[in-house]
């Protein structure tokens, strides 16, 4: 075989060995991606925490217009015993009333029965007076007849008798004259007496109402306050039925914002991620290695500043590593506050907890392949202090671990 011929067939094989080599190291390159585990579980649990957030707002708002309504009831209900508590009042005040009427009309019939005794015994002196003088008179016509022939010399009690008659006839005349007054008064009394009794009936007719009134109020009173009590137990209720909404709204909220924040750190878009920073290193490193810029091995290039050696990708790989630790950071800010949701997930089992596996063995496997990339450390020990854990505290890091 001529030696133009062996170039060229070893020309031709050096050139599918690069290609083949370029052609794994580009799927290498896409696999650099985030894994779709933790595109399901993150993305997953922070659209469910946004679902969520929206109902607790929806709950958040009922509540808010139930406690409203049972604020309206509580101030309808104690209007309504105020009203109530004042006709109560009035009922009170209207059968006080008429008790003192019942007593002043039982006062005026006691009056009227003790004019209409004075009147019974002013008639019985007047009986007795008039009697008096019936019997003078027969008297006198008796004793004229007997001593007709002595007159004279009885003329002089005659005279005496007769003034005696004068003075028991004008006592009769008096006493009439009271026996007149006196049934004048009686007739009075007895008038004022029976409007005394219709006042009296009127008075415990309005003082049974009154009572009746008052005890439909006191009722009524005590209805209203058992409606107020209602009330403001349904308040209560309402008060309490928006604080756990309140508090379930910023539950969601707080857990959708951490999770977005979580996603940003491992592959975000506005902010550097730690993805794409993976992908800015795993560049920066395959430009060198195809252009053989870097004469040391890889795992000392990946940790050598290329602006005081010329070469290296100390610069991106340091965020890398920091950004990393933001992501462990943030995954145990989740376990912290939402065990359940990291270890289990949102309604389906989609764990939080089941992407760091997932993260932390593609980032390590795109980091040693370019930082071992012939596989020249084959002490495992070697390999993590060169290419693993060790590359933290050689850039003057602490790597945040996830216990």
């Avoid at 349904?234 to 508090?247: G, I, M, N, Q, S």
């Avoid at 060198?288 to 000392?300: F, I, L, S, T, V």
Wanted: net charge negative; glycine share 2%.
């Amino acid at each position: 075989m001529s030696t133009a011929l062996r170039m060229l067939l070893t020309l031709s094989t050096i050139s599918w060995v690069v290609f083949a080599f370029r052609k794994i190291k580009q799927e290498k390159e896409t696999e650099t991606g985030v894994p779709s585990i933790v595109t399901t579980s993150i993305r997953h649990a922070a659209a469910k925490a946004g679902d969520a957030e929206k109902a607790a707002v929806a709950a958040q708002k009922d509540a808010e217009e139930k406690k409203a309504l049972a604020e309206s009831a509580l101030a309808q209900k104690t209007k309504v015993e105020k009203e109530k508590e004042d006709a109560a009042q009035e009922g009170l005040a209207a059968a006080k009333e008429a008790g003192e009427k019942a007593k002043a009309a039982a006062a005026a019939a006691c009056a009227t029965i003790s004019a209409e005794n004075a009147w019974n015994s002013a008639e019985e002196d007047r009986t007795a007076a008039q009697q008096k003088y019936t019997d003078a008179v027969e008297k006198r016509n008796t004793r004229e007849a007997e001593v007709n022939e002595l007159i004279r010399k009885l003329k002089a009690e005659v005279a005496k008798l007769i003034q005696e008659q004068e003075f028991a006839e004008d006592d009769a005349k008096k006493k009439t004259r009271l026996v007149e007054e006196l049934r004048i008064a009686h007739v009075a009394a007895k008038e004022t007496d029976e409007i005394a009794v219709k006042e009296l009936k009127a008075a415990q007719d309005a003082l049974k109402d009154a009572n009746d009134q008052m005890e439909k109020a006191s009722v009524a009173a005590t209805i209203a306050a058992q409606e107020e009590a209602q009330a403001q137990l349904d308040l209560d209720e309402a008060v309490e039925a928006l604080t756990v909404r309140t508090k379930e709204r910023k539950y969601q909220s707080d857990l959708k914002k951490l999770l977005w924040e979580l996603y940003d750190v491992i592959d975000g878009y506005e902010e550097p991620s730690l993805f794409e920073s993976l992908k800015v290193f795993s560049r920066t490193m395959r430009k060198m290695q195809m252009r053989d810029e870097c004469p040391k091995p890889a795992y000392e290039c990946v940790i050598t500043d290329k602006t005081e050696a010329g070469y290296g990708a100390r610069e991106q790989l340091e965020p890398v590593l920091t950004l990393y630790n933001e992501m462990i950071l943030k995954f145990l800010e989740v376990q912290e506050l939402y065990p359940e949701v990291f270890t289990t997930g949102i309604e389906d089992g989609l764990a939080i907890k089941d992407a760091l596996p997932e993260i932390e063995k593609n980032l390590n496997a795109e980091i040693i392949l370019f930082c071992d990339p012939t596989k020249a450390l084959t002490d495992p020990i070697d390999l993590d202090a060169k290419c693993g854990s060790g590359l933290w505290p050689i850039l003057g890091l602490k790597k945040n671990r996830f216990e």
